[in-house]
């Protein structure tokens, strides 16, 4: 335990610091949550967590070594995930909503928690960075399964309190944000977001 620990606070600082740091997952959490509502946002989170651990466990048994190997793995899941972010964009910004969704209005859970899971499933660069991530952080002769595991459990707690956060720092400006110039902004914004990093992953290479 004792040697364990100082991998695991290592692990939980460089995990922060990748939360934070802004990105696809947090603009698709602050448009469901601003527009929809908290419970949007936290159905989306769920799946962006989902999307994550799924990726820790394919690298915990190897399989994102494939995406590290084959140029055409990483080409068909890059290529598949830049036009699912290109579409999803287009969309926002061809097609923005006036108002925000009511809970008698609202779309099945299902489409957040999807929206979510895809947006991490269809980027290889989640999986490579794992590859290369975790194994830093497993001691010597450990079960490199169970701490991958492990580890990754912690940055899914990590990436949902700071979700946690973003969907609070929405509530109290819960009026201003539906406000129709509001939620046709934030549908553009966000979709210029999805364009820019399906441009960024449809160029990105295996390194």
Known sequence: MAETLPLFLAFALAASVLTLT????????????????????????????????????????????????????????????????????????????????????????????????????????VGIFYLTFLPQFIPPGGNALLFSLALASLHVVLSLLWFAVLIAATVPLGRLLARPAVVRALDRLTGLVFVAFGIRLALAQRG
Do not use: H
């Not at 159905?43 to 651990?53: D, M, N, T």
């Not at 466990?57 to 399989?63: F, K, N, S, T």
């Open 22 to 125: 802004p990105g696809v997952d947090t603009a698709l959490v602050l448009r469901a949550a601003a527009i929809s509502g908290p419970r949007s946002g936290a159905i989306s989170a769920l799946g962006i967590a989902l999307g994550l651990f799924g990726w820790a466990v394919a690298a915990a048994l190897g399989l994102t070594a494939l995406l590290a190997a084959s140029e055409l793995a990483f080409t068909v899941v890059k290529s598949a995930g830049a036009l699912y972010l290109f579409v999803l964009g287009a969309r926002l910004i061809l097609k923005p909503r006036t108002a925000g969704l009511t809970p008698d209005t609202n779309p099945r859970a299902s489409g957040d928690f999807r929206r979510g899971l895809l947006t991490n499933l269809l980027n290889p660069k």
